[in-house]
């Protein structure tokens, strides 16, 4: 099994927390100006140099707020010709996760595909019967939930959490209950991002909850951590989604 948390867990705690709070802080203020409409869509982004200065950090630090807008896919880097907006996502996001939360939001992602990606992988060797009921259990209240308008944190959640109970190793659970209010936080963002928007992006959430469910119903483990984490992976990328 690789060992994705361990890197990512590692990876986090070796860059200087003074560092990350700069390039956090540098990270959001570009996302705002960008979904503000200083930065339209298709056009340049000031030189390293200018917009270090206007944001009053390093170069160094500006690079890893550049390069997270990049991996979120608001920004595309064009080589010799510097960072350009490929994407503006809706001015609503701000309404529900302000500016200072934004970039935890995202690593909470980074961190639940690897360990809720594992727990899927384990819960597929592991489930029972009475897993799988439960879990069926909550997707017909989400297939309600999506029919009637209504958010469905709560059975959302609910899903991610049998599934780490189903894996039959507690410290995923633990794990998760650990964070459970940045959890939410991501989940309140995503679901309400995506209730704003048509039925049909709801329905692609619930097609993600029902693969990886098929994937563990099926004794599947690779699909099942391919399914969880694309599922997680795509929720985290929804964010800055405009349709």
Do not use: W
Not at 148 to 157: I, K, N, P, R, T
Not at 175 to 180: C, D, E, L, T, V
């Amino acid at each position: 099994m690789p060992h994705q948390v361990s890197y990512l867990v590692t990876t986090y705690a070796d860059e200087p927390a003074k560092d990350r709070s700069l390039s956090d802080h540098a990270y959001e203020q570009v996302l705002s100006m960008i979904i503000e409409g200083d930065f339209p869509v298709g056009t340049k982004l000031p030189t390293e140099q200018v917009l270090s200065q206007k944001l009053s950090v390093s170069r160094p630090i500006l690079r890893r707020a550049l390069k997270q807008l990049r991996d979120d896919g608001v920004v595309v880097s064009r080589q010799g010709s510097g960072s350009f907006v490929q994407r503006r996502p809706e001015g609503v996001m701000l309404d529900f996760a302000p500016v200072g939360s934004i970039a935890d939001i995202q690593r909470v992602f980074e961190f639940r595909a690897a360990i809720e990606g594992e727990a899927a992988y384990l819960a597929a060797a592991r489930r029972d019967e009475t897993h799988l009921t439960r879990l069926k259990d909550i997707l017909q209240e989400l297939d309600r939930c999506i029919q009637s308008g209504e958010l469905g944190v709560d059975a959302d959640e609910a899903f991610h959490a049998v599934v780490c109970e189903a894996s039959d190793n507690g410290y995923f659970a633990a794990a998760r209950n650990s964070m459970k209010s940045n959890i939410l936080k991501g989940m309140n963002l995503t679901r309400s991002l995506s209730l704003s928007k048509t039925q049909a992006r709801m329905q692609k959430v619930q097609a993600e909850h029902y693969a990886v469910f098929d994937a563990i119903a099926a004794q599947d483990e690779d699909k099942a951590r391919d399914a969880m984490r694309t599922h997680v992976m795509n929720a985290r990328v929804r964010v800055f989604e405009d349709s």
